[in-house]
């Protein structure tokens, strides 16, 4: 996956402290074959593993406010996922001294499943993050605003702490919550019998324990945990492990919505029982029933249409070791979930020349404008509706001949797709071969002159940094 700056190193971080960045894959999995758990489980087993916590009382009256869909018997819901290395002190609230002392939420993600259920996006917020987290609540007083690390909210006040943070920042509100113990994360892949995960080249690192070969390996237990946390593949930095961690998200939920895994009973058994134990969420998603009526709702969303992504972001110019949000580009991503709109949107169709979609962007096309219909500043006026248009115009100059009716491109050999664009461009104005222009295109405006219409070029490269659940797992680095 490309990246658009060189991300942060975070090697000199404790290795205690890295997280790993699964929980999405449990809960995804959880709410996709949790639909079928009914026939296999006792009620009250499962109902009993899932620890609830009331966040409300430390989120205040000052929320934003949610988008509803009159016109829809469901509505869309935001559920902010967060991983935490304990579960202590969780029966007595989150905002305790003994619930959060030492733990750490590095990973926390935004699932957004829109009222029509036909979709889902995954938004990764980077732990390293710097964000102004608001005044938090705690058991023992109130936690000043301030700025720093995103993760710290979890440390200060626990999940209502993180939801308030990401409510301030996105003006997203967030209807669910879920926490994942990482302690009970062997234990979900191990019950799914292993994830298939893949490396560009073999990795053999002492510390974590990873030790696989280059390509397509079958992890599990301390090898699987090993794997998401490991920093020695890739740049070595949290950005590039977040992607890493997405693939194998999407292997997860392949795993568990596999055939073998839905109709193997023993297999079916002790995922969900795995996954229920790592549960800690708000009193409304613990119900077990609710759960599965969500499981309903989502478990036919097709892979291809499972999302990933991390929120835009950009090097912290005053610490290389942090990033910050790409604000233009995050407040569009919010925006669009709040008023529940496809994200990214949707592109317009290419504009198609001769049959086929037009690929050259206008911005790497010069183009040298002649005048040839006799009319004074033609050419001129044309040259501004180009450059208006994005094409790059490097020259004004008079025809051969001031008799053209018709409005021509000219071109060189090897210019033919930049011709397409510019074709598009002047209603499929006539083009004709001319030697010696190398990449420049030549128009020759006409009496006829079309003016610039809009069109629409593909897009050859992605690198919005996003990824689907179908995507293949060795295309992360």
Not at 98 to 126: E, F, K, M, Q
Not at 155 to 169: D, H, Q
Not at 243 to 254: G, H, K, L, N, P
Request: aromatic share 6%; charged share 20%; net charge negative.
């Amino acid at each position: 996956m490309t990246l658009p700056d060189s991300p942060p190193s975070r090697a000199h971080r404790h290795p205690l402290l890295r997280r790993i960045s699964i929980v999405i894959a449990v809960v995804m999995s959880v709410l996709l074959i949790g639909g079928v758990a009914a026939g296999y489980f006792i009620y009250q087993h499962l109902q009993s593993n899932i620890t609830a916590y009331d966040p409300t009382p430390a989120l205040g009256t000052d929320r934003p406010t949610k988008v509803v869909h009159t016109e829809s018997e469901q509505q869309p819901l935001n559920i902010l996922v967060m991983g935490s290395d304990t579960r202590a002190g969780q029966g007595v609230g989150f905002g305790s001294a003994d619930a959060i002392t030492g733990a750490r939420s590095d990973t926390t993600l935004l699932l957004h499943l829109p009222a029509s259920r036909d979709h889902a996006l995954v938004v990764s917020i980077p732990r390293d993050t710097i964000v102004d987290i608001p005044d938090c609540k705690t058991d023992t007083g109130t936690y000043p605003a301030h700025t720093e690390r995103f993760n710290a909210a979890f440390s200060i006040g626990g999940p209502a702490c993180t939801i308030k943070t990401v409510e301030s920042l996105t003006n997203v509100f967030i209807d669910h919550f879920v926490v994942v113990d990482f302690r009970g994360f062997e234990d979900v892949i191990s019950a799914l019998g292993g994830i298939d995960v893949c490396l560009p080249e073999a990795v053999n690192e002492p510390k974590s324990g990873l030790d696989l070969p280059a390509g397509v390996s079958t992890v599990t237990g301390e090898q699987a945990l090993a794997y998401v946390r490991v920093r020695a593949i890739g740049n070595g930095s949290d950005i590039s492990r977040i992607d890493r961690q997405q693939a194998f998200m999407s292997s997860v939920i392949d795993k568990a919505r596999s055939t073998g895994t839905l109709l193997n009973p023993i297999k079916l058994v002790r995922f969900l029982d795995a996954a229920t134990k790592s549960l800690t969420t708000d009193p409304a998603l613990a119900n077990l029933n609710e759960l599965r009526k969500l499981a309903q709702e989502v478990q036919s969303i097709p892979p291809k249409d499972i999302t990933f992504m991390t929120t835009p972001w950009l090097v912290n110019p005053d610490d290389p070791n942090t990033v910050v949000w790409n604000t233009p580009k995050t407040n569009k991503l919010w925006r669009a979930i709040r008023n529940d709109q496809p994200y990214p949107p949707e592109p317009p169709k290419p504009t198609e020349i001769d049959g086929s979609p037009i690929t050259v962007p206008a911005a790497s096309i010069p183009v040298r404008v002649l005048n040839g219909s006799g009319v004074d500043g033609a050419a001129t006026d044309a040259a501004a509706e180009l450059s208006a248009a994005g094409f790059n115009v490097v020259g004004i100059d008079t025809a051969d001949s001031q008799d053209f009716l018709s409005t021509v491109i000219r071109y060189d050999v090897g210019s033919e797709d930049s011709a397409r664009t510019l074709a598009a461009a002047l209603d499929d104005a006539g083009r004709v071969k001319h030697s010696g222009l190398g990449t420049t295109l030549e128009v020759v405006v006409g009496k006829d002159w079309p003016g610039v219409s809009d069109f629409v070029v593909k897009r050859t490269n992605d690198s919005t940094g996003i990824r689907t659940a179908d995507q293949n797992i060795c295309s992360v680095e």
